[in-house]
Nanobody, 118 residues
Framework: QVQLVESGGGLVQPGGSLRLSCAASGSVFSINAMGWYRQVLEKKGELVAFITSDGTANYVDSVKGRFTISRDNAKNTMYLQMNSLKPEDTAVYYC????????????WGQGTQVTVSS
């Protein structure tokens, strides 16, 4: 099992920045990718960014050029640097990790609220 704990959410004005962190514990050696998933009530969620064990980063088009995902393997921690935030980035952001092929069989953090509003 893998446990994931997020931190770093909050309220920010449009154009501002936030950095989310996700600390992993447990069977971290089994993880082959980690990512950030965001969910807005009554809307379909999306995996906005993920990073593989070899450090390859992937982003959904709506955050490319604004968000940067990274990981510190020594600390078993993943980060999401979010710049130029927009109101439409408002969501609950969940840390995700997987050790198998599909994300659906992976692990979830408890979520952290990000609100972009003036």
């Amino acid at each position: 099992q893998v446990q994931l704990v997020e931190s770093g959410g909050g309220l920010v004005q449009p154009g501002g920045s936030l950095r989310l962190s996700c600390a992993a514990s447990g069977s971290v050696f089994s993880i082959n990718a980690m990512g950030w998933y965001r969910q807005v009530l009554e809307k379909k969620g999306e995996l906005v960014a993920f990073i593989t064990s070899d450090g390859t980063a992937n982003y959904v088009d709506s955050v490319k050029g604004r968000f940067t995902i990274s990981r510190d393997n020594a600390k078993n921690t993943m980060y999401l640097q979010m710049n130029s935030l927009k109101p439409e980035d408002t969501a609950v952001y969940y840390c995700r990790a997987k050790s198998g092929i599909v994300w659906d069989d992976g692990f979830w953090g408890q979520g952290t609220q990000v609100t972009v509003s003036s």
